[in-house]
C-alpha cells in the first residue's frame, strides 16, 4: 500500500476528490523512488509534474478509448486541480 510522502498533504475533508488523493499517492510513489542523478531540486520538481502528467494521460485514455491531446491533458489538469 502506498503512504503519501511527507511533503505531500493528503485530506478526506470537504471538496478533496478521490482522484486528487489518486494523484497524490501516485505522485509521492514518483517522489520515493532512489534518484538516478544527483538531487539539484529542479529535478524532482520535473519528475512529479512529469510522473502527473502520465498518470492523467494513463487515466484519458482508459476513458476516452484512445489516446489524448495534449489540449485535453491540460483541460483535465486545470479543471481537477483549480481552487487548490
Known sequence: MLTPHKGIEVSSG????QINR??????AAVASEEPTE???GDASLD???RGEREYVRERLREELKR???DSELDEWLRQHTEGY
Open 14 to 17: 470537504f471538496g478533496f476528490s
Open 38 to 40: 544527483p538531487d539539484d
Open 67 to 69: 489516446e489524448p491531446i
Open 22 to 27: 489518486d494523484i497524490a499517492f501516485k505522485l
Open 47 to 49: 519528475d512529479a509534474a
